[in-house]
């Protein structure tokens, strides 16, 4: 039988997502009441594409993350050391994996499945405060080095010129999304009125 510190644990996560007014004990709760999963080298934690049934906590050891880019070919996006969160947003917008997480030496991760997420985050006690305010800290620090990335792919392609930072930017997310916008100017784009526009324009404010 595997031995956790879950105070320890709790403590961990919380020195690597500040959450002010969190109590390592009340995060501790939550651990509780997750399942532990060992994981040998190459096992998945998630797979891409398939329906998140639980968050993970990696508590011990890494995941390497892959996402299979427009050509099918799998792209290494990171690798994450406990602790750490993992499949979160699966949970939180009910997609479907968005990478695969596999690991990259032996492993330990503790499993919160959707039925306990869903009832934590809809206490009103202080384990369920504990866990939102957790996952809200995780999700703002992904989209800001999100962010972080893409101005820095806009720095570093055209510094001073807005105009074509921004026509940079959409092509940027059109090669990710597999689109070819090379070809396309705003001289290509036409506005097409119906008749029912017409009928009712739209009002000015």
Excluded: Y
């Amino acid at each position: 039988m595997m031995h956790l510190d879950l105070a320890a644990l709790a403590s961990d996560f919380l020195g690597r997502f500040p959450a002010p007014g969190v109590h390592p004990r009340d995060l501790a709760a939550v651990l509780e009441l997750a399942r532990p999963i060992e994981l040998a080298h190459g096992d998945a934690l998630c797979r891409e594409g398939e329906r998140g049934e639980a968050m993970f906590w990696l508590v011990r050891g890494a995941v390497r993350v892959s996402h299979r880019d427009f050509k099918g070919q799998p792209r290494d996006l990171a690798v994450l050391a406990a602790p750490a969160l993992v499949g979160h947003m699966a949970l939180v917008d009910g997609s479907n994996r968005s990478a695969s997480c596999i690991a990259d030496g032996p492993a330990v991760a503790l499993a919160l499945d959707r039925a306990g997420f869903q009832r934590l985050t809809g206490e009103d006690t202080p384990r369920g405060a504990a866990l939102r305010r957790v996952v809200l800290t995780s999700l703002a620090r992904q989209l800001g080095a999100a962010n972080r990335r893409v101005r820095g792919l806009l720095d570093a392609a055209v510094p001073d010129d807005p105009d074509t930072a921004e026509l940079e930017l959409r092509r940027i997310s059109g090669t990710l999304d597999g689109w070819k916008l090379d070809d396309l100017d705003d001289s290509d784009v036409r506005v097409v009125r119906t008749d029912d526009d017409l009928r009712n324009p739209p009002r000015r404010r």
